[in-house]
């Protein structure tokens, strides 16, 4: 498709569960980013892939946080253990990377609940 | 560190009002700026951004924001609501350097009353 692509749009799961939240971004672009987002809050930073490699993880919140992207393309942001807290709409955003002017193209979101 | 503020998390406006979102920043390097605005289920969309020269932009919708530096604001502004304005907005500034991620503000809701 045009835009960035994730899947689920939906996920409940029970506490302690082990998640996976997919992201397709858009084709050709070098970049891509992981935010989560919580009721009545901005999107909050969790970490940036230029190419394959993670080049900033610092918004990862703890170890049960993980997130690869193994062919530059398509990423995968894994929970582990999860708790009530993880409950949030965590977007995926892609952009040119290198040099552009950073703007980021949104995907929909995946809404988690931990029960 | 950049960081932005937005005050007022809820603004409600008449339908032909004119519509102020206020955003402040704090970057210790001439910053790239962004509005981004969310409808209901929707993910972020890009209603402009500041980067060098011109001082105001022009975005889609109408809106229009001025990167005011003496200020360390970017407010958003549109002369006329319409029913469809209302959505969530998120002013961001981008952190620059190494990475190119954007730092967002708490956001604003903006209700539009007929």
């Known amino acids: 498709g045009a835009g960035v692509s994730q899947t689920p749009s939906n996920k409940v799961t029970e506490k302690g569960k082990y998640v996976e939240l997919r992201c397709d971004p858009i084709s050709g672009h070098t970049a891509l980013y992981w935010y989560r987002q919580s009721l009545g809050q901005g999107p909050e930073f969790l970490i940036y892939f230029q190419g394959t490699g993670a080049a900033d993880d610092s918004g990862l919140p703890n170890d049960r946080f993980f997130a690869v992207r193994p062919e530059g393309s398509v990423s995968t942001l894994k929970i582990q253990r999860t708790e009530r807290g993880d409950s949030a709409v965590y977007l995926c955003?892609?952009?040119?990377?290198?040099?552009?002017?950073?703007?980021?193209?949104f995907g929909e979101g995946s809404r988690l609940t931990v029960l | 560190a950049q960081s932005v503020t937005q005050l007022g998390s809820h603004v409600s406006v008449s339908e032909g009002a004119l519509v102020l979102l206020r955003c402040n920043y704090s970057s210790s390097v001439p910053p790239y700026l962004f509005w981004y605005v969310q409808y209901p289920n929707q993910g972020l969309q890009l209603l402009l951004k500041y980067t060098t020269g011109a001082t105001l932009v022009k975005g889609i919708n109408g809106f229009e924001a001025e990167f005011k530096k003496s200020e360390t604001s970017f407010h958003l502004t549109k002369p006329s609501a319409h029913m469809s304005d209302a959505a969530e907005y998120f002013c961001a500034v981008r952190k620059g350097g190494a990475t190119n991620k954007l730092i967002f503000g708490t956001g604003t809701l903006l209700a539009v009353q007929p």
């Open positions: 955003a892609s952009s040119l990377g290198g040099r552009d002017t950073g703007e980021l193209f």
